[in-house]
């Protein structure tokens, strides 16, 4: 299995996403420049956090035009895993993969701390690794961390099982705290804290570290291959 990790003009956390899949997973894992037009090598697309174009107009606005989304779309077409994190939460709903739109935080403050996350669906292939209503410790860094959609998609969300991880102790004024989502084919998801920087227990927390075998594991399942420990 290879993982790519998307890199778009001022992203600044895909170094730990690389890391992280080098250090749980230790499969084969690339950067992918933001004009690449091919992403066939990959089986996973991890669009990482940051401040790509420096947030204007709005964060992600402007990386979602990249030619790599095309692929990013065609990708997620396929079945392929697509992982956003923070800032690739935001490209992937500017993009139009994932329902909902990213505010600021209600508080108007960049927000930087861990927060615990209650995992509501654990039945996607990021999350299997994890218990239904399992509590979980991964850092937030956003500005723009305040997840909005309309009542009528908030209760598509909620009839289809795409809300993945809420937060306890809402931090931003996400509408019902929600904290991730997925698409309504499971394999798209996005999520404003930071589950690569939770892999080790000397960066605080290693709840993060299960997303990563999780996929690894779904992908070994469907092709064949022997189970992750
Ligand atoms: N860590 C991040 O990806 C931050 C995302 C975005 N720049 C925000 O502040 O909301």
Redesign the pocket.
């Known amino acids: 299995m290879r993982f790519a990790v998307l890199v778009f003009p001022?992203s600044?956390?895909d170094i730990d996403c690389y890391k992280a899949v080098e250090q749980t997973v230790g499969e084969p894992v690339d950067y992918v420049w933001h004009t690449a037009t091919d992403l066939s090598p990959y089986d996973a697309i991890l669009v990482?956090?940051?401040?790509?174009y420096g947030?204007y107009l709005r964060?992600?606005a402007i990386s979602r035009f990249a030619p790599v989304m095309n692929e990013v779309a065609k990708a997620a077409e396929q079945g392929k895993f697509i992982l956003g994190?923070?800032?690739?939460?935001?490209i992937l709903t500017e993009a139009g993969l994932l329902p909902g739109a990213?505010r600021r935080?209600e508080s108007m403050k960049?927000r930087c701390h861990d927060s615990v996350l209650k995992v509501v669906n654990n039945d996607t292939p990021f999350t299997r690794h994890y218990e239904e209503g399992q509590e979980i410790v991964i850092p937030?860094?956003?500005?723009?961390?305040n997840y909005y959609c309309d009542e009528e998609t908030l209760q598509k969300l909620r009839d289809n099982k795409q809300i993945v991880f809420t937060y306890s102790g809402n931090p931003n004024g996400s509408v019902g705290d929600i904290a991730g989502i997925c698409n309504e084919r499971g394999n798209v998801l996005g999520m404003?804290p930071?589950p690569e920087r939770a892999v080790n227990s000397l960066l605080g927390s290693e709840d993060g570290k299960a997303m990563f075998t999780s996929i690894i594991q779904t992908w070994r399942d469907t092709h064949g291959a022997a189970s992750v420990r």
């Open positions: 001022g600044n956390c990482p956090g940051g401040f790509s947030d964060c992600g994190i923070c800032n690739g939460f935001q990213l935080n960049f937030i860094a956003h500005g723009e961390g404003m930071h």
